[in-house]
């Protein structure tokens, strides 16, 4: 099987063109491993559609499919671009999640950014959770996957390797939930951190940095119509969220390498 490694702020997937096959749990946790497989934050199918220019499906490190990937779907515009699927700058992609539209950035007739417009994000009255004998407060938002967003003072303290595993699996959360550590530097910059759902800590989550700036703009510490940069381990990511909620992102893509894995 051939894939591609790409990886979006460090938020890194193999991708296959093709059809889905049945054992896709067992191969994303065989191929995800980072020590006896290729290493990945999971792996990426890629195929025509019916309703939009491609497909895209997400299965996570654990095998669980995921409805969205902010970063993913980056790379997949890049890809299929690229590697001549298609010579359109502005494309539909079908997710789990809904229909997301995507205007490539081209460098030297590469794609090197990618411009997405996410749907509409929806944010949720804040949760006070007991765990662990302490109250956490979280705010849920969609935008078109779950997320809880937690506020702190200093983002290298959060703790997201503690928290992030009991938030997932929270019954409040009962399909699961990625949890994001935001601290607001100002209010057109956040910095945040991540535990993704089924994949645990990454270095970037691209529906989660716009979760972030959704839930900021519910606490007024960002404004609507207004770029707000947010920073993660792998880089940068910059978002917006218009009067009427809907979310767009801007970030790169990248290919890391080729590879062929025997079967």
Known sequence: MH???MQGLGNDYLYVYGEVPEDIVQLSRKLSDRHFGAGSDGMI???TSEIADFKMRIFNADGSEARMCGNGIRCVGKYVYDKGYTDKTHLTIETLSGVKYLDLQLCDSKVEAVTVA???SETKQ??????????????PVSVGNPHAVIFVDDIETAPLT????????????????????????????LQMRVWERGSGVTMACGTGACASVAAAVSKGYCRQETPVVVRLDGGALNIQISSDYNVTMTGPAETVYEGEVML
Not at 126 to 139: K, M, S, T, W
């Open 3 to 5: 894939f591609t490694k």
């Open 45 to 47: 199918y890629i195929s």
């Open 118 to 120: 996410m749907g509409p």
């Open 126 to 139: 804040e949760l006070r959770l007991r765990i662990d004998g302490e109250e956490v407060v979280c705010i």
């Open 162 to 189: 503690v928290l992030g595993p009991k938030l997932e699996h929270h019954p409040a959360f009962p399909d699961g939930v990625n949890v994001e550590f935001v601290q607001v530097l100002s209010e057109n910059e």
